[in-house]
Every structure is written in C-alpha cells, then in structure tokens.
C-alpha cells in the first residue's frame, strides 16, 4: 500500500499525479490520495472578502488564524472543489475514486487547539474561535469499508475533535498519520522543489538519503518553512511503522512513478 | 429504511432535520440523507463575481445555465460547506455520518444535458458548455459498503456523466433515484411547505393523500415551479418500487417524526 501526499501549492501538476495513480492502480496497487488546498483557500478567501489572517503568539511564532469562518472556506474549497475535482479526474482515468474529508466517518480525530495568545500592535490578545488541531487517532473503518469494496480513497485535510467540532490540519501530517495507520509500506510527501536540500536556493543540493535515526538532525539543520511539517510528519510515519517515506518532487513528469524509483529524499 | 431529501432553500431547518435524523438512528433505522444546496450556491456565486444566470430555450422553458464555473462552485459549496458541516452536525449527535457526492464511487451515473438552444435578445445562440444532466443508474456500491459497515450517508446532488464529468443534477429526483435502487420503503421530502396544495397561497389547502395512480394528475393540476420536480421525482420512486413518499414540512418541529407520523402529501 502507498499513501500519497499532494501538495494544494502553486507548481505541483495534479495531473500528472493523477495519471500516475491510475498507473499505480491499474497495476493492483492500493493507492490512498491525500491533498492539501491552503492555496487555492486563501484565493477564496480573498475573493469572499475574508483574507487569511496570520498571527503572531506570546512565545513569537507566526500562524494562521482559523476562525469558523476561514474553517468553512477551508471545508469548501479542500474537501468540496478539489477533493470532487480529483474523483472526477480519476474517474476519467478509470480509478474508483471515492472523496473524503477527516471529518467523514471521523477518520481523523484530535485535538483542538487551545485558546491563542497574540501579541498584536504591542499588546496581548486571546483568540478564542481557532479552528485547527492535531490529530492524534486515525479511525480507519471508513477507509477499510471503502478499499475492502476497490475503492481508492482521496481524503481532504481536515479532523474532528474529540467534541466533534470540525478542524483544519496539516496535510502532510494527516497523510503520515493515514501512512502509519494503514500499515502502508510507502509514504509518498510531493512538493514543489526536488525534496529536502542542504541549500534551500539550490535544487541541486538535493539530500537523496535520510537514515531514520537521524531524521531529527537533518530537521533541525536542513528544514525551513513547510518543508519542516513535511519531514516532521515522515518521521512521525516512520516511527509509526511505515517502511520509508520519500520527499519528492510533484513538477517532474511521472511524479510518483520517479519518486517511487527513488528520486527525491528517500528516509527509511 | 427512510431516505430523506432536505431542500436548500430558505426556512428549512436543518438543525431539526439532523436532530430527527439521530433519533432515527437510534431507534436502530437506516437512514440516508440527501440534501439540495441551490440557493446558497446563488449566494456564494455572487460574492464570487459570477451570479447565477437563468436562460430561456427556444420552447420557452426557463432553466439555470451551468456553466463550468457554475458548477465547480455547486460542487465547492454543496459537497463541501453543506454536505461536510451537516456531517459535522450529525456527528455531534452520535451519529457516524459520511458525506458523499453523487460523483464519488460514480454513485449517480447519468446523461449529461444536450448543449442549451435558447433565445436571447429575439436571436436564437446555442451554448455547449452545460454542466447539468439526468441520472439514468445508481451505482449503490458505494452506499452499500459504507452502510455495512454502521456509516449514515450523507449525499450533495451531482451525478457523473458516462463521459466522467462531474454534472449538476436536481436534488429532489436524485432522492427518488437513490430511495429506488436501495429498495427504500420511505421518501421523506422535506420543504418549506406544508406538502403539496390545491391553491399555493394557501398554505391550509394541503392535499393530504394522493393514490399512486394519480399522481401525475396532481402533478398537471396542483404542481407549481420546484413542486413539480418534487412530485416528478415522487412518481419515479414509486414506479421503481418505494413504499411510499412524502412531500413534508421542514420548518416545523420534529419535521421527519411529523412527515413519517403522516402529516403532509402522503404518495402511495
């Protein structure tokens, strides 16, 4: 089993991921989709006239605001407009995609977030509507009854808490946590740059091979911005027992195919 | 087992639906929710800069042009906000809900609508980029492993075309095609009417009972606007063998209870 990360950033070509998970399908692979949206989110936000908002916490770590109304832009545009429009696209490919959020089934459950505390225009401020949280249990029964059937399931980024209030979660920690659930043997993380570089502006600097136990190391040393939660969640995954995890590239042709064949930041 | 369509449109009360929905499934009934989502469509459309637009055939029908844009928002805004936060809702009343889409796992398969001749200005134009279409199959898979395994379903109204393209279909008529192809012995429909009246003005004018014989001499008679899709799709259900079918208030207290109870437009 494969589990495959899509990124929602600029750059990445849906397409060719999707042709490559119905190459992957069409050879009896049990393939699992998981996407993200937070860039096309925050164009409907825009367009909505409610901008994504990012905040500034006591300890001076920046974040976005979820409140419910960004919540709800998240929902609608991830688990509606680009989870259906990934079945639909499958399906035209052949593939039996069946879309899903975390929140279905409570597949991805968790904690919300607490309270956040900001420092905004020198004072401190308590923002008390955060919907985001980080799952802490995978309930895989919806997932199992769907594959069980030959279904492939293509799963939007979001979970429920434990009071069963939607929330907004990372997509490559989601897709780590599904990974380690399912057992799979292969956790797939595609991004827009070839995978974890030693320089940042250098896409040659390429890191090809992480061994498991130092995978903390190269987070520390190597990882800037997103591609920390990208590599936090692969060694979430493999602490959790998936066999390797590989940090590729979702711009090149054949995108899974290549990663698959080891091209990208292979951690095992 | 019940199937219940909850309409879009202003009045109806989704909170008292979801809560009727979670007494159902406590008593042990298999339930499944179908629900519209029309008039918040229009309400995101405008915001978005591409306010639904209505054309005229060259026979004179009047219908909404569903264009690509169109569409990718009914999708955005039905099998996202609403589908997911009506599963949200149920599952803070204990019930494991699954949203779906008509598209996923090719649920509703049908025939998407010829290009749209219409007349526009005193001249005749053809528009081919129609996103609607006719469900001809129900694909029940789906539905089948997800309900066998404890899930309540939860369906947004697009179909897939045999082509594979994601089409908008109405609500009302998916309710009936989907109570069909499961053998359902009940269609609840709920609206924000009394049920089908003799004179639509007067809301005390409910026809209670129609034989189903008769059903399509209501229709001529007594059906105006969306009604008559509502009966249309009521004569479809039991052709195709549903026990009955109700056409049922949504803004009253208990509104599944009251319509099961018998109160509205009783079809058998």
């Not at 992480?210 to 520390?220: C, H, R, S, T, V």
């Not at 060694?235 to 090149?252: K, M, P, Q, W, Y």
């Amino acid at each position: 089993m494969i589990v495959i990360k899509v990124g929602g950033g600029e750059g990445v070509d849906t397409e060719l991921v999707c042709q490559d998970v119905a190459a992957l399908a069409k050879q009896g692979e049990q393939v699992v989709l998981v996407h993200g949206g937070s860039y096309e989110t925050n164009v409907v936000s825009e367009k909505l006239g409610h901008p994504p908002r990012f905040v500034t916490s006591i300890s001076g770590h920046s974040s976005r605001y979820t409140d419910r109304e960004t919540l709800e832009i998240f929902v609608m545009v991830t688990a509606g407009k680009i989870n259906k429009l990934l079945v639909e696209r499958l399906q035209q490919l052949g593939v039996n995609a069946v879309g899903l959020s975390g929140i279905d089934g409570r597949l991805l459950e968790g904690r919300r977030k607490p309270a956040l505390r900001i420092r905004e225009d020198g004072r401190t401020k308590i923002l008390h509507d955060e919907y985001s949280g980080v799952i802490e249990q995978v309930n895989t029964g919806v997932l199992t009854a769907l594959m069980g059937a030959g279904f492939v399931p293509v799963i939007a980024p979001q979970a429920i808490s434990y009071e069963s209030v939607a929330l907004n979660v990372d997509g490559d920690r989601a897709a780590a946590a599904i990974a380690a659930a399912l057992g799979a043997e292969t956790l797939v993380i595609l991004t827009n740059v070839p995978g974890l570089l030693r320089d940042v502006a250098d896409e040659t600097s390429l890191i090809r091979e992480i061994p498991q136990a130092q995978a903390n190391d190269y987070l520390e040393r190597y990882a800037e911005g997103r591609m920390k939660r990208k590599v936090l969640g692969a060694t979430e995954a493999l602490r959790d027992g998936v066999g390797r995890v590989i940090l590729a590239d979702g711009r090149v042709e054949q995108p899974i195919l290549a990663a698959l064949a080891g091209q990208g930041t292979v951690i095992k």
